[in-house]
Protein backbone atom coordinates (compact mmCIF):
# COMPACT_ATOMS: atom_id res chain seq x y z
CA UNK A 1 0.00 0.00 0.00
CA UNK A 2 1.33 3.46 -1.03
CA UNK A 3 0.09 6.53 0.74
CA UNK A 4 0.43 10.19 0.25
CA UNK A 5 0.39 13.20 2.82
CA UNK A 6 0.19 16.89 1.89
CA UNK A 7 0.89 19.61 3.21
CA UNK A 8 1.17 23.06 2.86
CA UNK A 9 -1.93 24.76 2.13
CA UNK A 10 -3.82 27.38 3.75
CA UNK A 11 -5.24 30.97 3.63
CA UNK A 12 -3.03 33.56 1.39
CA UNK A 13 -3.38 37.34 1.20
CA UNK A 14 -3.01 37.52 -3.33
CA UNK A 15 0.01 38.33 -4.27
CA UNK A 16 1.46 36.07 -1.25
CA UNK A 17 3.21 32.78 -2.17
CA UNK A 18 3.02 29.31 -0.67
CA UNK A 19 4.53 26.00 -0.92
CA UNK A 20 2.91 22.16 -1.39
CA UNK A 21 4.73 19.13 -0.42
CA UNK A 22 3.37 15.70 -0.77
CA UNK A 23 5.15 13.10 0.38
CA UNK A 24 4.83 9.00 -0.39
CA UNK A 25 5.02 6.07 1.73
CA UNK A 26 4.54 2.75 1.66
CA UNK A 27 5.43 -0.05 -0.35
CA UNK A 28 7.40 1.79 -3.48
CA UNK A 29 10.09 0.36 -6.01
CA UNK A 30 10.48 3.30 -7.51
CA UNK A 31 7.96 6.23 -8.93
CA UNK A 32 7.39 7.70 -12.19
CA UNK A 33 5.98 10.68 -12.65
CA UNK A 34 4.26 13.21 -10.13
CA UNK A 35 1.90 16.42 -10.10
CA UNK A 36 -0.44 18.21 -8.73
CA UNK A 37 -3.99 18.85 -9.71
CA UNK A 38 -6.62 21.28 -8.11
CA UNK A 39 -10.38 21.34 -7.85
CA UNK A 40 -11.78 24.73 -6.98
CA UNK A 41 -15.91 24.92 -5.93
CA UNK A 42 -18.19 24.08 -9.10
CA UNK A 43 -15.30 23.06 -11.02
CA UNK A 44 -13.57 19.66 -12.68
CA UNK A 45 -10.29 18.91 -11.33
CA UNK A 46 -7.61 20.65 -13.05
CA UNK A 47 -4.20 19.71 -13.86
CA UNK A 48 -1.35 22.38 -12.66
CA UNK A 49 1.82 20.58 -12.62
CA UNK A 50 3.60 17.69 -13.73
CA UNK A 51 7.38 16.65 -13.01
CA UNK A 52 8.51 13.56 -14.76
CA UNK A 53 11.49 10.91 -13.04
CA UNK A 54 13.75 12.66 -14.94
CA UNK A 55 13.32 16.50 -14.35
CA UNK A 56 11.20 17.74 -16.73
CA UNK A 57 8.01 19.77 -15.68
CA UNK A 58 4.84 20.69 -17.56
CA UNK A 59 2.67 23.88 -15.79
CA UNK A 60 -1.17 24.82 -17.22
CA UNK A 61 -1.10 27.96 -18.71
CA UNK A 62 -2.69 29.60 -15.78
CA UNK A 63 0.30 29.37 -14.01
CA UNK A 64 3.03 29.47 -15.87
CA UNK A 65 5.33 32.31 -14.75
CA UNK A 66 3.96 32.08 -11.10
CA UNK A 67 4.52 27.95 -10.59
CA UNK A 68 7.31 25.37 -9.79
CA UNK A 69 7.44 22.36 -9.48
CA UNK A 70 10.10 19.44 -7.94
CA UNK A 71 11.12 16.59 -6.66
CA UNK A 72 13.28 14.90 -4.25
CA UNK A 73 13.90 11.34 -4.98
CA UNK A 74 15.27 10.32 -1.91
CA UNK A 75 12.61 11.88 0.30
CA UNK A 76 9.94 10.61 -2.26
CA UNK A 77 8.66 14.16 -2.06
CA UNK A 78 7.35 16.38 -4.78
CA UNK A 79 6.85 20.21 -4.12
CA UNK A 80 4.53 22.84 -5.72
CA UNK A 81 5.92 26.73 -4.94
CA UNK A 82 3.19 29.41 -6.56
CA UNK A 83 3.83 33.22 -6.26
CA UNK A 84 1.67 36.14 -7.32
CA UNK A 85 -0.92 33.53 -6.31
CA UNK A 86 -4.64 35.24 -6.95
CA UNK A 87 -7.97 34.67 -5.56
CA UNK A 88 -8.92 32.34 -8.47
CA UNK A 89 -5.97 29.78 -7.40
CA UNK A 90 -8.48 29.10 -4.41
CA UNK A 91 -9.13 25.48 -4.64
CA UNK A 92 -8.34 22.07 -3.01
CA UNK A 93 -5.04 20.85 -4.11
CA UNK A 94 -4.18 16.88 -4.71
CA UNK A 95 -0.85 15.88 -5.47
CA UNK A 96 -0.13 12.25 -7.47
CA UNK A 97 2.31 9.84 -7.60
CA UNK A 98 2.67 6.95 -10.26
CA UNK A 99 4.40 4.20 -8.11
CA UNK A 100 5.95 0.79 -9.22
CA UNK A 101 5.70 -1.02 -6.13
CA UNK A 102 7.44 -4.61 -6.94
CA UNK A 103 9.44 -3.71 -9.62
CA UNK A 104 7.65 -5.26 -12.45
CA UNK A 105 7.52 -1.56 -13.97
CA UNK A 106 3.57 -1.25 -13.89
CA UNK A 107 3.28 1.62 -12.33
CA UNK A 108 -0.30 2.75 -10.12
CA UNK A 109 -1.36 6.35 -9.19
CA UNK A 110 -1.54 6.91 -6.02
CA UNK A 111 -3.63 10.14 -4.83
CA UNK A 112 -3.46 12.33 -1.76
CA UNK A 113 -5.78 13.42 0.70
CA UNK A 114 -5.97 17.33 -0.87
CA UNK A 115 -4.84 20.53 0.82
CA UNK A 116 -7.30 23.75 0.84
CA UNK A 117 -5.57 26.79 -0.64
CA UNK A 118 -7.70 29.82 -0.66
CA UNK A 119 -6.48 33.36 -1.90
CA UNK A 120 -7.95 35.99 -0.13
CA UNK A 121 -8.78 39.29 -2.77
Known amino acids: QVQLVESGGGLVQAGGSLRLSCAAS????????MGWYRQAPGKQRELVAT???????GYTDSVKGRATISRDNDKKTVYLEMDILKPEDTAVYYC???????????????WGQGTQVTVSS
Open 96 to 110: YSEVDSSGNHFHLRY
Open 26 to 33: GSIFSING
Open 51 to 57: ISSGGKT
